[in-house]
């Protein structure tokens, strides 16, 4: 039986709450009125620590191309616009990876568990990086790392959803936003291995093919650590085993009671959600309010990751076309990138007390912004410091974003929902290399955040005009 749903516009506070007795409903009643303790920060820190890897291998793609020109491995720029024996090829070949993943193996969380998938993923990047530092043809090169893309791109939409539905409904934003902290502190690492490997030889290998072999075992380390991370108990619940599911909720509630030194507060009134069925993703997920909601994602998501990664992606390329010296534009983007988990944790302070879709809105003005006064201006201090202001407000979006989607879809099939609209932001970042190639070449760093500008104006309409409102309302009323 199909619930009654609300059109995307209006207010999503639901206020007929039935009261049930289903696990399910229970299951989340009881992780809703957790207090926020030091182990579900563990939790979110565990999970995060394999996204560090994930972030590192996005970053390090602007960060090692420096480098792979200078070897001849790969040309800045090519002749014709899809040219795959350059750099934007090499950026191609990471985003059509991430889109596979995201849109075609979207549905494995949701059948498999977010657990056992997030473990398979990681194992699946640390293989496929390791195999693409030893290649030597532009071909290997770029369809290694279009494998390797497949397996971050699951575990991207894999995260998203583990993180929101282990924490309880006032914790969401802060928790995606120490997610994001912990996964951007790659973005300095992998820049600062990249400022000093990336122009030097290290044991007979080229600097940027040490710096992904870096990732590459970081993240089989970190495969071992998370081990203690349990399975999502709503999904436990959704599936039917709910002896597993109890047993996760009990130790986490005795865990958190301990620490909290108080009696938990009684369940949240319960939300009753239909019986979960195998059915068709028609049946699922275009019906109103979903089929509105993916419309939306899908614009914003394209959109958003041309204007994201079309700068982070070319930072040093970008500050070489405003006349910055190759070894300095990794210095320079080193100090850039040392923004990205700043951005985080400043969201830590607000991302649950304004709504997420203001702070989208408003992190793409400031984008808007800067980037065009970025494309003007030739000096080494206020490069840097617009770059740092594009970084801190691109992060504010990423924060929030994250968990955006992943709240708008129910938990049945959250990780497919996501997939599907994250999979056009893998596709906008596939297309940002060629675009903005052509754009450099073309028309100059002006050029280049021209574009930039059109897409994140089109993100202010589509999420501030038609994004509802998120803040403060558990999963199951979001998806009542």
Known sequence: MQPTFSAVAEPLASPDVRVATTPGAQISARMDRLPITRHLWMLVLLISLGGFFEIYDLIFTGYIAPGMAKSGLLQTTTH????????????????AGLFIGTFFFGWLPDRYGRRSVFTFSLLWYSIGSAIMAFQT?????????FVTGIGVGIEIITIDSYVTELVPQHMRGRAMAFNQMVMFA?????????????????????????????????????????RAVPESPRWLAMHGRHEESERVVGDIERVVERESGAALPPPATVVEQPAHRR?????????????????????????????????ANWVPTLLIGQGITVTKSLLYSFIIACALPIGPLLAMFYADRIQRKYLIVVGALVVI???????????????????????????????????YQTELFPTAVRCRASGIVYSASRAGAMMSGFIIASLLKDFGVPGVFTGITVCMLLVVVAIGLFGPKTNGLRLEELNH
Not at 80 to 95: E, L, N, R, S
Not at 137 to 145: A, C, K, L, N, Y
Not at 214 to 219: E, H, N, T
């Open 186 to 226: 790659a973005a300095p690492v992998a820049a600062l291995l990249s400022y000093w490997l990336v122009p030097e030889t290290v044991f007979g290998l080229d600097g940027w093919r040490v710096v992904v072999l870096a990732g590459s075992v970081g993240a089989v380390i970190v495969w071992f650590i998370r």
């Open 80 to 95: 014709a616009f899809f040219g795959f024996t350059g750099i934007a090829g090499f950026i191609a070949a990471t985003f």
């Open 369 to 403: 912004a800067s980037g065009l006064a970025f494309g003007q201006i030739k000096s080494p201090a206020a490069l840097i410091a617009l770059g740092v202001l594009i970084s801190l407000a691109g992060q504010t979006i990423s924060v929030c974003y994250h968990a």
């Open 279 to 311: 059915a068709s993703l028609k049946e699922e997920l275009f019906v109103a309010p979903y089929r509105s909601r993916l419309i939306m994602l899908i614009v914003f998501n394209f959109c958003q990751a041309i204007g994201y990664y079309g700068f």
């Open 137 to 145: 043809t532009p071909e290997g090169v770029i369809f290694w790392r």
